[in-house]
């Protein structure tokens, strides 16, 4: 596991593009998403952790859009708080949710969220 250096490990950024297939992960198109992993996401934050289960891949307006709405990324998994660890929050990955693993595996856990659609969104 690598923490608290400047730069992800190529390794590390390899795992997660090969994870997101070069897509978004987010994929909010409503809002605009690009659809292509434009940026490496720290889902949490403090310590910048650069482990696998901690990184998205996600579009620039994604990534705008997970900061800008604190509340929901947190309920999403996009954003993880402080006293939790990243492979222990699920998060909504393409309106799915999911548990992301240290190997670059997710595996799906819950229904389809319909996140795309839903007025908490976009509303």
């Known amino acids: 596991m690598s923490k608290k250096t400047k730069?992800?490990?190529?390794?590390v950024v390899a795992q997660v593009e090969a994870r997101s297939g070069g897509n978004?992960?987010?994929l909010l198109t409503g809002i605009g998403c690009t659809m292509r992993?434009?940026?490496?996401?720290?889902?949490?934050?403090?310590?910048?952790?650069?482990?696998?289960?901690?990184?998205?891949?996600v579009c620039h307006v994604c990534h705008t859009y997970i900061?800008?709405?604190p509340a929901l990324s947190y309920a999403s998994g996009w954003l993880v708080k402080m006293n939790y660890e990243?492979?222990?929050?699920?998060?909504?990955?393409?309106?799915?949710?999911?548990?992301?693993?240290?190997d670059g595996?997710?595996?799906?856990?819950?229904?389809?969220?319909?996140?795309?659609?839903?007025?908490?969104?976009?509303?």
């Open 105 to 123: 595996r997710f595996e799906h856990v819950g229904a389809d969220r319909g996140l795309l659609d839903s007025e908490e969104v976009f509303g």
């Open 86 to 102: 990243p492979e222990n929050v699920t998060v909504i990955r393409r309106s799915s949710e999911v548990k992301l693993f240290p």
């Open 67 to 69: 900061h800008a709405h």
């Open 24 to 26: 978004c992960e987010i």
């Open 7 to 11: 730069q992800i490990p190529k390794r």
């Open 37 to 57: 992993g434009e940026h490496r996401h720290h889902r949490k934050i403090s310590g910048r952790e650069h482990t696998i289960e901690n990184l998205l891949d």
